[in-house]
Antibody, heavy 126, light 112 residues
Framework: QVTLKESGPVLVKPTETLTLTCTVS??????????VSWIRQPPGKALEWLAH???????SYSTSLKSRLTISKDTSKSQVVLTMTNMDPVDTATYYC??????????????????WGQGTLVTVSS | QSVLTQPPSVSAAPGQKVTISCSGS????????VSWYQQLPGTAPKLLIY???KRPSGIPDRFSGSKSGTSATLGITGLQTGDEADYYC?????????????FGGGTKLTVL
């Protein structure tokens, strides 16, 4: 049974650094081409992709947030960690981690999220 | 402003059919596969359709997906009140030097 669970602070102050942890079970972060993404959703708004990391340590970041984000993994602990610096009230959102399935097909590339965590609401306020 | 364009809302009566469109470009939908997610109120998104038209185990065949050119469509038949949710399309976009995941702005389905 695949599960992902996010953990971290519910409240952070402006300018602080946010650290979120995604603990996974039911699969290994060391499995070939296994990846985890972070996605966020401000209240009442759409989903926004933040970053991903794969088992071979390949990483990618949202272009608009790249300077503030760092993603890493601890395979032995089955955890993926996201840090976001210089938090602002506009960063208030529910943050989700999700497992990635991606592969090339003859007619294109497919990338989707087959399992999601329950999400954690992070509020940025002084 | 989302990269993929979806109608903000759609509605239909129970038992009827509804379609939700997702419009993109050659750098995303035009050359990559589309997935769809259902987000029931207060819950995390759930995978509904992947590879344009495939359903994960457990998703009823009332849900279908299709793609043509740079647009994709989610279809739901036999609407039920339990289908009331927000629906998002997503895909990979390779317009920038480093690729990225893009989503639509979401469509709120109301079952009247």
């Amino acid at each position: 049974q695949v599960t992902l669970k996010e953990s971290g602070p519910v409240l952070v102050k402006p300018t602080e650094t946010l650290t979120l942890t995604c603990t996974v079970s039911g699969f290994s972060l060391s499995n070939a081409r296994m990846g985890v993404s972070w996605i966020r959703q401000p209240p009442g708004k759409a989903l926004e992709w933040l970053a991903h990391i794969f088992s071979n340590d390949e990483k990618s970041y949202s272009t608009s947030l790249k300077s503030r984000l760092t993603i890493s993994k601890d395979t032995s602990k089955s955890q993926v960690v996201l840090t976001m610096t210089n938090m602002d009230p506009v960063d208030t959102a529910t943050y989700y981690c999700a497992r990635i399935r991606d592969y090339d097909i003859l007619t294109g590339y497919t990338y989707y999220f087959d399992y999601w965590g329950q999400g954690t609401l992070v509020t940025v306020s002084s | 402003q989302s990269v993929l364009t979806q109608p903000p809302s759609v509605s239909a009566a129970p038992g009827q059919k509804v379609t939700i469109s997702c419009s993109g470009s050659s750098s995303n939908i035009g050359n990559n596969y589309v997935s769809w997610y259902q987000q029931l109120p207060g819950t995390a998104p759930k995978l509904l359709i992947y590879e344009n038209n495939k359903r994960p185990s457990g998703i009823p065949d009332r849900f279908s997906g299709s793609k043509s050119g740079t647009s994709a469509t989610l279809g739901i038949t036999g609407l039920q009140t339990g289908d009331e949710a927000d629906y998002y399309c997503g895909t990979w976009d390779s317009s920038l030097s480093a690729g990225r995941v893009v989503f639509g702005g979401g469509t709120k389905l109301t079952v009247l």
